[in-house]
């Protein structure tokens, strides 16, 4: 059973990231889990307003373990330990909000972003379920330097994957790897899969089909770019006219978890097992035409 406790680390121990290489890489695929950190600092959870198990409702929780497979199967696998509540990878650096902080903040962040302005920019100011973090204001040189620390690291590490496996293939395509809450009420009913390319702009409409077929082939109902079309990972990163390609998957946490106490269900091993046989589909396909 799982406890609804975050687990204590005082960063930068255990590292910001584990990146799972496999012995040899048999396609252009790279696969990230930016979100389903959930090492909290002891002095982040002292400063924050929030139980042990509300801290954690932005989590994508135990995203890494169900494509723990990749890797295996031949593509590397770089996973945030950093919770998102902590240093929110899938930000640009400096997405700040002016209200969270004790002084002036520098004039290049970006205040003004809409993620800022619902409390979920690089520092969240709520949770996912919009209760406030932090008891009181904090310092900017605390985001400085959990962007320093988190941010950056990540992303130096997922840029050297793309470049390294660009060199190898002559094109990358990222598989974006998140979870979502429930969303009651949607027309026609929710979504277990949301498939995300920016509306087109991210990704090849013919890889992005490749694995919407591998979805449907197991049953799951597929939506694309709603209500997630993809962050700052899928709008950076995905150029494909630079023959990089990324597109994020967002899975119904009803598929595998509690998402009130934060716990796996044991149909967890069922989407475990869906999305291996995924992966290991995917790394059989031809993916020269990413090249451009």
Same mark, same amino acid.
């Given at each position: 059973?799982?406890?609804?406790?975050?687990?204590?680390?005082?960063?930068?121990?255990?590292?910001?990231?584990?990146?799972?290489?496999?012995?040899?890489?048999?396609?252009?695929?790279?696969?990230?889990?930016?979100?389903s950190?959930?090492d909290?600092?002891?002095?982040?959870?002292?400063?924050?307003?929030?139980?042990?198990?509300?801290?954690?409702?932005?989590?994508?929780?135990?995203?890494?373990e169900?494509?723990?497979?990749?890797?295996?199967?031949?593509?590397p696998?770089?996973?945030?330990?950093?919770?998102?509540?902590?240093?929110?990878?899938?930000?640009?650096?400096?997405?700040? +909000?002016?209200?969270?902080? @004790?002084?002036?903040?520098? *004039?290049?962040?970006?205040? /003004?972003?809409? $993620? =800022?302005?619902?409390? #979920?920019?690089t520092?969240?100011?709520?949770?996912?379920?919009?209760?406030?973090?932090?008891?009181?204001?904090?310092?900017?040189?605390?985001?400085?330097?959990r962007?320093?620390?988190?941010?950056?690291?990540?992303?130096?590490?997922?840029?050297?994957?793309?470049?390294?496996?660009?060199?190898?293939?002559?094109?990358?395509?990222?598989?974006?790897?998140?979870?979502?809450?429930?969303?009651?009420?949607?027309?026609?009913?929710?979504? +277990?899969?949301?498939?995300? @390319?920016?509306?087109?702009? *991210?990704?090849?409409?013919? /890889?992005?089909? $490749? =694995?919407?077929?591998? #979805?449907?082939?197991?049953?799951?109902?597929?939506?694309?770019?709603?209500?997630?079309?993809?962050?700052?990972?899928?709008?950076?990163?995905?150029?494909?006219?630079?023959?990089?390609?990324?597109?994020?998957?967002?899975?119904?946490?009803?598929?595998?978890?509690?998402?009130?106490?934060?716990?796996?269900?044991?149909?967890?091993?069922?989407?475990?097992?869906?999305?291996?046989?995924?992966?290991?589909?995917?790394?059989?396909?031809?993916?020269?035409?990413?090249?451009?």
């Amino acid at each position: 059973m799982d406890l609804p406790m975050p687990r204590h680390a005082e960063l930068p121990q255990p590292g910001p990231y584990q990146l799972h290489r496999p012995a040899y890489q048999r396609a252009p695929l790279v696969f990230a889990s930016p979100h389903s950190g959930r090492d909290y600092p002891a002095a982040f959870l002292a400063e924050s307003r929030l139980d042990a198990l509300a801290v954690r409702r932005s989590e994508d929780s135990f995203v890494d373990e169900i494509y723990a497979a990749a890797p295996t199967l031949g593509a590397p696998l770089l996973a945030a330990t950093f919770p998102r509540v902590y240093c929110d990878a899938n930000r640009e650096p400096w997405e700040l +909000d002016p209200a969270m902080f @004790d002084g002036p903040l520098p *004039a290049w962040v970006n205040s /003004a972003s809409p $993620r =800022v302005g619902a409390g #979920l920019g690089t520092i969240a100011r709520v949770v996912a379920s919009g209760e406030p973090v932090y008891r009181r204001r904090i310092p900017f040189r605390e985001a400085e330097d959990r962007v320093q620390r988190c941010w950056q690291p990540y992303h130096a590490a997922l840029g050297s994957l793309i470049a390294e496996t660009k060199a190898e293939f002559g094109c990358c395509l990222v598989i974006d790897c998140h979870s979502m809450p429930a969303h009651p009420g949607q027309p026609g009913g929710s979504p +277990d899969m949301v498939l995300g @390319d920016a509306h087109g702009t *991210a990704c090849a409409p013919r /890889a992005v089909r $490749r =694995v919407e077929e591998q #979805l449907w082939s197991m049953g799951y109902r597929v939506r694309r770019n709603d209500p997630y079309a993809g962050g700052y990972v899928t709008r950076h990163y995905g150029r494909p006219r630079e023959a990089v390609h990324v597109l994020q998957i967002e899975m119904a946490r009803s598929l595998y978890m509690n998402e009130a106490s934060i716990e796996r269900l044991p149909r967890m091993a069922t989407l475990q097992r869906d999305v291996t046989a995924m992966i290991a589909a995917l790394m059989a396909m031809d993916w020269d035409f990413l090249r451009g």
